[in-house]
């Protein structure tokens, strides 16, 4: 057996086999002695047929035997032999029986080795949370917009920005072909998703008017069936509503404060954490982008596709549980998988320094700190129910994982600067 074994990059390695033909020959062989002993060929009783018999039916299966085998064998020597630290199964590329006997072409991806040179002594950079009067206004409207009402504005109104307007559409059609007709449409104006073509005919409209609305459907649009197209309305205003939003005290004693400065500061407060949490996420991962940088090393592209993969999973599934389906929002797996591959190499080489750095500087989360933690986490728990949790393995593998990052995380902002800016 030949192994040729070269560097395609530091992670992966192109490895190729090749087994002699006398080696090749008697292991087809020593198959086929195998297959005769269970051969049924018609005419010969079972395990009893001639081995030229055997041969001339059952060479197909042999030789099938023979390079799952080999391939099988040899991989698990040159991966002991070599201390290849695979991270991903090997990619068969080729197989193939020859004249000169058999050979074998994979591709192997291993695990990095970080080599850690400049870990200490940098700057980080971080944003400092600052919450804006715009910010906490613009919440405000949010909250204040669950509680909206609508009044009749009279048979005499004007339909105005803003409004609610109920409408019956005598006909709808799509290109020509009728839709529908004779049905009732709330027109909330209030909304800015609605199309400017249909704003326009009803702002200014009164109770009893007829407008006629011709909508071209844009190329983006989120329903393919109206992709492109030209939608043509005839419509009545039927019924003008006027939104009318609630006080600022009122707005606070419908939210349980007992005015509206504590409504205020409250929202003040959420922004603040959430701002501070969203924040935390950017740190972290510029942190690791700029170690990343200082300690350059490669990835395995199998992982990184695979964890691109998930993430795409993940958006595709978020998208069905708000309600809304992904293949109407066209959505593109490849697009979308592409997307996230900075990302998916980005949380791997987070994962890869974290490691090297625990290995480093000797970091790690004792049984005692475990279990100090998760009975905090878990003490609203029944006692019984928190007796599965505690000798769940997979549970207090994610307690221990997350606490590790965490302790490593410390440690680099303890060597390091951090600037807020």
Partial sequence: MKVDIKDVNSVTKNVIVTFPKDEVENGLKSELQKIA????????????????????????????????????ESLKNIVEENKLDLAVTPILKDQKFTDDGFMFDVMVELHPTVELKNYKGLTFNKKKVVVTDEEINAQIDTIRKKYIDYVDKGNDAVCEDGDLVNTLIISYSIDGEEKGQ??????????????????????????????????KYPQDIGDKDLASKEGKILLEVKKIEKQVLPADEELAEKEKFENFEQLKNNVREKLIETKLKDY????????????????????PASLVNDLAVKMAEDLYNSYKRFGLDPE????????VIDRYLPEAEMSLKQQYLTKAIKEAENIDVTEEELEETLGKVLNSIPDKEKFKYLQNQRVRDSFYLDMLNKKVFEFILSQNTVVEE
């Fill in 182 to 215: 004779n049905f009732h449409e709330n027109i909330d104006l209030s909304r800015p998703t609605i199309f400017p073509e249909l704003r326009a005919a009803l702002v200014g409209s009164k109770i009893g008017e007829q407008k006629e609305v011709v909508i």
């Fill in 328 to 335: 109407k929002l066209n959505f593109d797996w490849n697009a």
């Fill in 37 to 72: 002993k269970v051969a049924q060929i018609k005419g010969f009783r079972k395990g009893k047929a001639p081995f030229a018999m055997v041969e001339k039916y059952y060479m197909p299966e042999a030789m099938e035997r023979y390079a799952d085998k080999a391939i099988k």
């Fill in 280 to 299: 935390e996420k950017e740190f972290r991962t510029e942190v690791f982008k700029i170690l990343a940088k200082e300690n350059p090393f490669d990835v």
